[in-house]
């Protein structure tokens, strides 16, 4: 077998100050799993990766060579009203409550986490 079983076969990664801490977040967010974790031998996290839904997300400490990061992304939801509550609740930053624009079959809003990062989290309601 060429990669895991139940991974993707595209993964975002980020690279980050204080990993675990967003991958705490991001668990408490989104009922995702933390899956393997590697640390350096000063501890700071080398590689971990974290189950949301059917996805998995690969993170790690950011280092002088590797410098932190910040990425935009998307994810659905089954409810994204409650699912931006949490966020907000957790301590991540509201950018835009979740609305359903016209011609938008989604209703979407979008927060920053704890190392910036741009979360859109949408449900589509329908076309």
């Known amino acids: 077998m060429y990669k895991p079983e139940n991974y993707n076969s595209l993964s975002s990664y980020l690279i980050v100050d204080n990993a675990q801490q967003l991958a705490d ?9 933390e899956l393997r974790k590697y640390n350096r031998p000063n501890g700071s996290v080398m590689h971990m ?11 790690s400490d950011a ?4 410098p932190a990061q910040k ?6 939801v089954p409810d ?20 359903n624009k016209p011609s938008d079959p989604d209703k979407r809003g979008a ?6 990062n741009y979360w859109a989290v949408s449900t589509q309601m329908g076309n």
Do not use: R, W
């Not at 990766?49 to 993170?59: A, G, K, P, T």
């Not at 280092?63 to 590797?66: E, G, I, L, P």
């Not at 994204?80 to 950018?95: F, L, R, S």
């Open 25 to 33: 977040m991001l668990v408490t967010i989104f009922n995702g799993k």
């Open 49 to 59: 990766e974290v189950q949301l839904d059917d996805s998995i997300l690969m993170l």
């Open 63 to 66: 280092t002088a060579d590797y």
């Open 71 to 76: 990425a935009m992304l998307h994810m659905y």
């Open 80 to 99: 994204v009203m409650a699912t931006y509550n949490k966020a907000i609740e957790t301590g991540c930053t509201a950018i835009e409550e979740p609305v």
């Open 111 to 116: 927060f920053l986490d704890s190392a910036g």
